[in-house]
Nanobody, 125 residues
Framework: QVQLQESGPGLVKPSQTLSLTCTVS??????????WSWIRQPPGKGKEWMNT???????YYNPSLKRHTSISRDTSKNQFSLQLRSVTPEDTAVYYC?????????????????WGRGTPVTVSS
């Protein structure tokens, strides 16, 4: 029974860096063959895949995102993190961390089995 919990600031100013952390319990983030990802959903819009880190540390990014993003992990804490630099109000969204078996890399999100609750982030001055 894997559980994911997002944490981080709820408000970020434009041009700043958003950093979010996903704490995972019930399963090691190094267990093959699982993939750990960040998904976001702006108000009134659909969900969007942002990036992924695999069980072996490989990373994958959505090329449609022009702002500088990164994903990393701390295996000792069983956590992985999102960094989104130079944010704008268009980055306002609910941010989710998720786990699946890699299908997320194909662009389909409806089959992702395990989601965090999501954390709302507002970008505003």
């Amino acid at each position: 029974q894997v559980q994911l919990q997002e944490s981080g600031p709820g408000l970020v100013k434009p041009s700043q860096t958003l950093s979010l952390t996903c704490t995972v319990s019930g399963e090691s983030i190094t267990t093959g063959y699982y993939y750990w990802s960040w998904i976001r959903q702006p108000p009134g819009k659909g969900k969007e895949w942002m990036n992924t880190i695999a069980y072996d540390g490989s990373t994958y990014y959505n090329p449609s995102l022009k702002r500088h993003t990164s994903i990393s992990r701390d295996t000792s804490k069983n956590q992985f993190s999102l960094q989104l630099r130079s944010v704008t109000p268009e980055d306002t969204a609910v941010y989710y961390c998720v786990r699946d078996s890699g299908a997320v890399l194909g662009g389909t999100l409806d089959a992702i089995p395990d989601w965090g609750r999501g954390t709302p982030v507002t970008v505003s001055s």
